[in-house]
């Protein structure tokens, strides 16, 4: 449809105008078309304006093409695009959202020297930037030095701390928001509330769910699924019940799906049938979505069910479901180095699998063992052990510790949730390279050093 709509474009002769390019690069990016995006965009050279160079930037990062996304940030600063508030904004953004903190420190200081750096929207970018980044510490800083502060600043400092584990302190900075001018909105919600979770704040965090009307905001169904995960975590089913119950609305497949992870590992029969209503429900309700099989084969293998595991596995196969690929990258001096699992197209290919397979064997000998249930990721392959070994955020740890013996973090982004196999080899690996790990998936940041994460092995 959209390339009928350009054959349009064309036919009516509307060339050269910028609010048409830059919606069909919109267009053309969404749709995982990158080469007609490079076209528009090269035609396009005197005129480029800064929701063109965003639209090339979001479309590479929304592709996975972070190298190229952080090569156009650079491409834009060196054109002659005027840079201002928002144009530095949309390269914090990239930044963020590739994790590149080298970059996005060399923009932090030549937003400094352009004397961007004191502008509410910037600032917050800034501090999003840090916290998406893994440095909370300067996120907080940043927080700290604003002498003017928007929604968007008080929201990114308390879900930045949130993600990090740091519940405790993201309400603090809560409290702080209430005494000042600005209303908390719902997206401040989402964040309070999973930071009482991840805090294990039960009673606070139901207590914050009840107040959000007094602020004259309807909890959306996010909120519901944040109160679910939260009674899940304090194991208070019961609870859970009654709040669905409560919902004005349908339960959706987010909310089943929060019930079913609340259940896993539970042996208590009255969890095992609220789990197994809930796989049932989001297998009715979103069977296209790969997780939620992976989910519910997972629920019936730790429950012992394996008939319904069984017949999880064989709907799978059935409905052909199409699998985001999990994807990790880590950000170097020379650049974005992204994996996939089993990948062997890193040009270093050969001693990054040797260094796995020799952290793998160490790490056994201290006591780790797979988990092979979380190789149903990949359903057909035949060897599960051999499959989890090369999940690509454990490629990813092997090529750093390939380059660099230093001291300093491994900071490793994936697109999706770790998984439960990863997570545990990261708490070893961290112990026995004596390395901080650092790793960002697609829901929180998990901190590993010593053996131990800080998410306390749950998330
Ligand atoms: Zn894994
Ligand atoms: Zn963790």
């Keep these: 449809m959209g390339k009928q709509v350009h054959a349009m474009v064309l ?8 609010a048409v390019d830059n919606a069909l690069i919109s267009c053309y990016a969404k749709s995982g078309d990158m080469n007609s995006c490079e076209h528009l965009f090269s035609k396009m050279s005197g005129r480029r304006d800064a929701v063109s160079w965003n639209s090339m930037i979001a479309g590479y990062i929304y592709n996975g093409n972070l190298q190229e996304a952080m090569d156009c940030v650079w491409f834009m600063v060196h054109s002659d695009q005027i840079m201002d508030c928002c144009t530095f904004s949309i390269i914090l953004n990239a930044c963020a959202s590739v994790a590149a903190l080298e970059r996005g420190m060399e923009m932090h200081a030549y937003g400094i020297r352009s004397h961007l750096g004191s502008d509410v929207v910037v600032e ?21 030095s604003m002498t003017q502060r928007n929604e968007f600043s008080w929201n990114s400092m308390i ?11 993201a309400l603090e900075i809560f409290e702080e928001m209430q005494r ?34 007094g602020h004259g905001i309807i909890p959306r169904i996010e909120h519901y699924s944040c109160v679910i995960d939260l009674l899940g975590r304090a194991g208070k089913l019961d609870k859970i ?9 349908k339960p959706n497949a987010l909310i089943w799906r929060t019930v079913l992870v609340a259940c896993r590992q539970s042996k208590d029969g009255a969890k095992i049938d609220l789990g197994r209503e809930a796989s049932r429900m989001l297998l009715e309700i979103e069977p ?10 997972n629920f019936h293998a730790a429950t012992g069910m394996w008939e319904d595991t069984a017949k999880a596995r064989a709907a799978m196969r059935q409905v052909a ?41 160490n790490i056994r000998n ?48 994936k697109n999706l949730r770790v998984c439960g196999d990863c997570h545990t080899a990261f708490r070893y690996i961290s112990q026995i390279v004596r390395r901080q790990i650092i790793l960002r998936d697609s829901i929180r940041f998990h901190h590993f050093e010593d053996g131990k994460c800080s998410c306390e092995d749950y998330w």
């Design 124 to 144: 917050s970018a800034l501090l999003d930037m840090y916290s998406k980044c893994g440095r909370v510490d300067y996120a907080s800083k940043v927080f700290n």
């Design 288 to 297: 296209q979505n790969p997780v939620n099989y992976v989910l519910a084969s």
């Design 321 to 361: 479901v199409r699998k985001e690929a999990g994807r990790s990258w880590v950000t170097l001096c020379d650049g974005v180095h992204t994996f996939i699992a089993g990948d062997r197209s890193h040009p270093n290919s050969k001693e990054i699998y040797e260094k796995l397979n020799f952290l793998l064997h």
């Design 159 to 169: 879900s930045g701390y949130a993600r990090h584990g740091l519940g405790r302190k």
């Design 241 to 249: 019940k009654e709040y669905i119950q409560r919902m004005p609305m």
């Design 11 to 18: 036919k009516h002769g509307i060339t050269e105008d910028n």
């Design 366 to 413: 201290a006591g780790y063992v797979p988990l092979t249930e979380y190789a149903l990721y990949d359903l057909e392959e035949e060897n599960k052990e051999e499959l989890l070994s090369y999940h690509s955020e454990k490629l990813a740890v092997a090529f750093v510790l390939t380059r660099s013996s230093s001291g300093s973090p491994i900071r490793i982004m």
């Design 180 to 213: 000042s001018r600005e209303s908390p909105d719902h997206v401040t919600f989402i964040s309070v509330l999973s930071a009482c979770s991840h805090a294990g704040l039960v009673e606070r965090g139901l207590k914050y769910f009840e107040m959000m009307g």
